[in-house]
């Protein structure tokens, strides 16, 4: 601070002009104006104006043992559907007083150790996580005991609570639907199935009632969209069979069914295609098409909730509660 700079107020200062003890000046910046006069709220408020007094947030913290501050892990903000999840997630959270900080784990689970390491070193009063690691990875990483609530993946009960898509059931009545329809082969686009649940268990889902199927995975990461497009159109060419191309990722509908109808491989009767898609583009692109649509702001919202019951209550054990939001197919 330089000599002409002048000095920050401080509680003692605000103190001092009101006539009230700092105790007072604690009470009315945590919000208990109940435990004071009128008068005395009015008189701290003027000199906090006066004295253009900004509190010090870190000392609140340590005094509160709060920062109102939640983390929020999505795997990757370039999908639709984890910043829809964050927007939903906010909703909720601020209604409350809370900020949820936002967080990309771009589908790298050595970034998202990274992540939980910094989150768990900072003053966070609980994590939101749409994971890629597993309960005991988080955990380790974290280092510290706080309230957490898993969204859109699914895990073993008794870890945290969870709220999710009925994933395996809604995969397996679309594809019973296209069978149904005559469709016999289907063609999986789908990331590393092994490395998420969910995609685990969409798969498991289709595999339940459809026993030819060739899948096609796709790097989150670093993939060459002219090499995986090829070898799309080799599977499809290879076969006299009615084919359906199921996209477990709104994004690769996206990256690879235009491609089909330029080249006019998809006809919907031959070749059809159906996938999990949480925007409009997919249904535009091919509007003949029946699509899997989830409500991922209704699931963040949902996962805000249930962070703010433990909060609210710690002795609350929510670990085994898991909401399921039912998708739409159609």
């Known amino acids: 601070m330089t000599a002409n700079q002048p ?142 609530v898993v969204v859109d993946r699914e895990m073993d009960a008794g870890t945290w609570p969870q709220v999710v898509t009925d994933n395996y059931q809604i995969a397996r009545q679309a594809t019973q639907h296209f069978l149904d329809e005559g469709q016999t082969h289907v063609i999986v686009l789908t990331s590393d199935v092994h490395l998420a649940r969910t995609r685990q268990e969409r798969y498991r889902g289709i595999l339940s009632v459809a026993d030819n199927v060739d899948t096609i995975e796709v790097s989150e990461t670093s993939y060459n969209h002219s090499a995986v497009y090829q070898q799309l159109k080799a599977a499809l060419t290879r076969s006299t069979e009615r084919t359906l191309v199921f996209a477990l990722k709104e994004r690769w509908f996206l990256e690879f069914i235009p491609d089909l109808i330029n080249e006019g491989l998809l006809d919907g009767h031959q070749v059809t295609a159906t996938g999990f898609a949480d925007t409009d583009t997919a249904r535009r692109l091919a509007p003949n098409t029946q699509l899997i649509t989830q409500n991922p702001y209704l699931m963040g919202a949902s996962a805000a909730e249930l962070l703010l019951q433990e909060l609210q209550d710690p002795k609350l054990d929510l670990s085994h509660q898991k909401l399921i939001q039912p998708a739409k197919f159609g």
């Open 7 to 148: 000095k920050s107020a401080n509680m003692k200062d605000v103190a001092a002009l009101a006539g009230v003890s700092i105790a007072t000046i604690s009470r009315y910046l945590n919000g208990e104006t109940n435990r004071m006069s009128k008068v005395t709220a009015a008189k701290v408020a003027a000199a906090i104006e006066k004295l253009n007094y900004v509190p010090n947030s870190s000392a609140r913290q340590m005094i509160t043992k709060s920062s109102k501050m939640i983390a929020v892990i999505v795997a990757n903000i370039d999908d639709y559907f984890s910043s829809e999840l964050f927007k939903g997630i906010s909703s909720i959270l601020e209604s409350q007083g809370y900020i949820g900080v936002l967080f990309d784990a771009d589908s790298d689970h050595a970034r998202e150790q990274k992540l939980l390491e910094v989150i768990g070193r900072q003053v966070f009063d609980g994590l939101i996580i749409q994971p890629e690691n597993d309960p005991q990875t988080i955990q380790q990483a974290l280092r510290r005991q706080l309230p957490v």
